[in-house]
């Protein structure tokens, strides 16, 4: 099994920082796309930014230039740098990672248990 453990999360002010990790334990032959996700309170899961074995990146349009995702391969681990922080980015931000195992090269999809992030204005 592949799993995932992001930090990173906290209190911050309206205008200011955050960055959170992600990092993959287990048997990862294969990193494909990694990505956040982050759900408030009522509504539903949506995507935050995601990122491709290439490098490639996509965002949500509500974080564009505001957010930045990276990843380490070597770590199996993904970053996401927030700035300009509003309070509509409250919620709690899962990772999400998929690719193959080293037993039977078999695929995976995994998620996090998530970290909150509460921006006050």
């Known amino acids: 099994q592949v799993h995932l453990v992001e930090s990173g999360g906290g209190l911050v002010q309206a205008g200011g920082s955050l960055r959170l990790s992600c990092a993959a334990s287990?048997?990862?032959?294969?990193?494909?796309?990694m990505g956040w996700y982050r759900q408030a309170p009522g509504k539903q899961r949506e995507l935050v930014a995601t990122?491709?074995?290439?490098?490639?990146?996509n965002y949500a349009d509500s974080v564009k230039g505001r957010f930045t995702i990276s990843r380490d391969n070597a770590k199996n681990t993904v970053y996401l740098q927030m700035n300009t922080l509003k309070p509509e980015d409250t919620g709690v931000y899962l990772c999400?990672?998929?690719?193959?195992?080293?037993?039977?090269?078999?695929?995976?999809?995994?998620w996090g248990q998530g970290t909150q992030v509460t921006v006050s204005s």
């Open positions: 999400n990672a998929n690719g193959r195992e080293t037993l039977l090269w078999r695929s995976f999809t995994s």
């Open positions: 287990g048997s990862i032959s294969f990193m494909n796309a």
């Open positions: 990122i491709t074995s290439g490098g490639s990146t």
